[in-house]
């Protein structure tokens, strides 16, 4: 899988003497494979209004990755940027291209970024026109280059209700992605839209088709869009029912062509409470996938599922196992799925304890079965409020990376990271180095993206000691 996205949210220096020193900041610039949290290089001079975010990052390559954003100018108007590492190097974050010229409202951002390959990456995700709508846009890079943003074609005829935002991208090679957003029609109904690329150019925005007949109610949206190969992919989500109750939605690209969205098999059954959504599918290759959310059960409890596809086949949902003996709260969903190879995926989110408290919670799926969930180990002992996994991704079946967030006992928000190992998963960290960053109290980890092995790279948000939001990156090898 070959994009990740994420949660759509929104100590002093030590000093050290003579030889020793060398030794120990060394040591001290890795803790479990992770090397120190970092500013996103150039973003400071760009964030001048201090409200700087990262939303998601992708790798290509090990060490060759892309990050993408938002930052507040001087004028108190939110621009998008882009960023790239190139050989376990971040270079200097950058305006995205073309995008101030698109943006007269002043509000934009970088919703999703994926890269197939190093240097050859797609991002997208929404501006503010001169006339206060809200428009979609979309960007390529080519051998490191960035392109031109745009305004996605065929969404100008679309967006008759002057709302519409590209909210995930996905690269299964270069030059070959596929995407989708929403928009609202001229009934001020939301509507879910799907584009596709193909040797460089983007086509045109279109209707999910199937999916007007489903939408009865007008509210639908996308939750992610993944790609196993060219022309091969899958995007889900969800929509209003004739009955205002929200279901959840696949829908399936097969040799560059989208078909008809379905309602998730099996869901139904589950979500007696009649509030379901897929928020993340991950497809490990054509018509293998995995797509999770929530959903309410008959006591109007959020609860979490996983839906598996084999041989371009959904089957029926069924709530994360394991999940019911932890969720004693009431209150669970899955953020964040990546599948490596047919039926060898991770997921993970949050549920809530006895206390009412959110948990962080990680899942595998290994030869085709989901096993039963647990709790993030280290998490509870980080934690003294509420927590979550926001993201993982996974390089190999067994090898994943994991990150998001967790509430201190002076009910600060940190980063987390978790890795698993032959199917292990060690111990939760604080997000090394990004208690210097973190003055503030407020950080998370938006974004996780592992390319090969261990090789794996981690972005988020943090609240400087001047109450300004920043951005940052930090790597694992």
Not at 1 to 22: D, E, K, N, S, T
Not at 387 to 407: D, P, Q, R
Request: charged share 15%.
């Amino acid at each position: 899988m070959r994009r990740h996205r994420v949660v759509i949210v929104l100590a002093g220096a030590a000093v050290l003497c003579a030889a020793p020193a060398a030794v120990s900041a060394a040591r001290a610039a890795r803790v479990a494979g992770w090397h120190m949290a970092i500013e996103v290089p150039g973003l400071g001079s760009l964030n001048a209004g201090g409200d700087a975010g990262l939303t998601s990052l992708s790798c290509g390559l090990a060490g060759n990755c892309a990050a993408a954003g938002f930052y507040g100018d001087g004028s108190g108007h939110r621009q998008a940027f882009v960023v790239n590492e190139h050989d376990g190097k971040w270079g200097t974050a950058i305006e995205v291209p073309g995008s101030e010229s698109l943006n007269a409202g002043g509000l934009a951002i970088v919703t999703s970024v994926s890269c197939a390959s190093s240097d050859n990456c797609a991002a997208g995700g929404f501006y503010t026109d001169g006339a206060g709508r809200e428009q979609a846009f979309v960007l390529s890079e080519r051998n490191g280059r960035w392109g031109t943003a745009k305004q996605v074609r065929g969404t100008r005829k679309l967006n008759k209700g002057g709302r519409a935002w590209l909210v995930s991208v996905s690269c299964a090679a270069a030059a070959d992605c596929a995407a989708g957003g929403f928009y609202t029609d001229s009934s001020g109904h939301a509507q879910v839209f799907v584009l596709s690329e193909k040797n460089g150019r983007w086509g045109k925005a279109r209707q999910v088709a199937g999916l007007g007949a489903l939408n009865k109610g007008g509210d639908a949206g996308l939750g992610e869009v993944s790609c196993a190969a060219a022309g091969t992919c899958a995007a889900a989500g969800a929509y209003r029912d004739g009955s205002a109750h929200l279901q959840g939605f696949v829908v399936s690209r097969t040799k560059g062509t989208w078909g008809r969205a379905i309602e998730v098999p099996g869901l139904a059954a589950l979500n007696a409470g009649m509030d379901a959504a897929v928020l993340s599918v991950s497809c490990a290759s054509p018509g293998n996938c995995a797509a999770a959310g929530t959903y309410r059960d008959s006591s109007a409890q959020p609860q979490a599922f996983v839906v598996s596809e084999r041989d371009g086949t959904w089957r029926s949902a069924i709530e994360v196992p394991g999940l019911a003996t932890l969720n004693v709260g009431g209150n669970a969903s899955v953020i964040s799925v990546s599948c490596v190879s047919v039926g060898n995926c991770a997921a993970g989110g949050y549920y809530t304890d006895r206390s009412g408290d959110a948990q962080a919670f990680a899942a595998i799926e290994r030869n085709g079965r989901w096993r039963k969930a647990r709790q993030v180990p280290g998490s509870g002992a980080l934690n003294k409020g509420n927590a979550e996994l926001t993201s993982v991704s996974c390089a190999s079946a067994g090898n994943c990376v994991a990150g998001g967030l967790y509430t201190d006992g002076m009910q600060h928000f940190q980063a987390f990271v978790v890795s698993q190992t032959n199917g292990i998963w060690g111990t939760a960290i604080e997000v090394p180095g990004s208690a210097t960053l973190n003055q503030g109290g407020f950080a998370t980890v938006s974004s996780v993206s592992c390319r090969s092995g261990r090789d794996c790279a981690a972005g988020g948000t943090y609240r400087d000691s001047s109450g300004r939001f920043e951005a940052y990156v930090v790597s694992h090898t």
